[in-house]
T-cell receptor
Framework: DGGITQSPKYLFRKEGQNVTLSCEQN?????MYWYRQDPGQGLRLIYY???????QKGDIAEGYSVSREKKESFPLTVTSAQKNPTAFYLC???????????FGSGTRLTVV | SQQGEEDPQALSIQEGENATMNCSYK?????LQWYRQNSGRGLVHLIL?????REKHSGRLRVTLDTSKKSSSLLITASRAADTASYFC??????????????FGTGTRLTIIP
């Protein structure tokens, strides 16, 4: 079955540590996205990529980094510069303009 | 930035009743989409309505769009317990590169009481 796989489901980060969230899709979608969701809130865009080897900052990119070396993969690194990283992170992809997103099941990151 | 604002923030109804949620947005759009999110899960795409459409149906879902008022509504008819979830609208706005990304609203938390 085609879809998006996010891993891990739960992640714990110590202060000053970088962590990487994985996002893999087998839908052959060009565009991929990372959103952050805080409790009871909507989704805020972190980074997005329309094609391989290209990506753009979203509304809250500070403290995050991404790469897009393969069409299937769009990992997100939460760096130590992100002062409030505890949140639910959602990865999504879509076939193209005027299509809906397909979302992964999310990664819940907690700072300990 | 939040483009859409859903109203109400929370809604509780009896099973079998209809549920209506509203979404307002600020800028011109190419399309508007509705998503459902069960607690602790990813979002699921429900329906997309283009800016030149006024109404769209999918099963028990009915979506309307009024571009003059920059607003949309989602109606769920004959609600079921399984409809309990958060519902988000998202707008696909034109940019110099095309419709690059969706901007999501703050969501409506719907609870269906058995």
């Amino acid at each position: 079955d085609g879809g998006i796989t996010q891993s891990p489901k739960y992640l714990f980060r110590k202060e000053g540590q970088n962590v990487t969230l994985s996002c893999e899709q087998n839908l052959n979608h060009d565009a991929m996205y990372w959103y952050r969701q805080d409790p009871g809130q909507g989704l805020r865009l972190i980074y997005y990529s329309q094609i391989v080897n290209d990506f753009q900052k979203g509304d809250i990119a500070e403290g995050y980094s991404v790469s897009r070396e393969k069409k299937e993969s769009f990992p997100l690194t939460v760096t130590s510069a992100q002062k409030n990283p505890t949140a639910f992170y959602l990865c999504a992809s879509r076939q193209g303009f005027n299509y809906g997103y397909t979302f992964g099941s999310g990664t819940r990151l907690t700072v300990v | 930035s939040q483009q859409g604002e859903e109203d109400p923030q929370a809604l509780s109804i009896q099973e079998g009743e209809n549920a209506t949620m509203n979404c307002s947005y600020k800028t011109s759009i190419n399309n508007l989409q509705w998503y459902r999110q069960n607690s602790g899960r990813g979002l699921v795409h429900l329906i997309l309505i283009r800016s030149n459409e006024r109404e769209k149906h999918s099963g028990r879902l009915r979506v309307t769009l009024d571009t003059s008022k920059k607003s949309s509504s989602l109606l769920i008819t004959a609600s079921r317990a399984a409809d309990t979830a958060s519902y988000f609208c998202a707008t696909d706005a034109p940019s110099r590169f095309g419709n690059e990304k969706l901007t999501f609203g703050t969501g409506t938390r719907l609870t269906i009481i058995p």
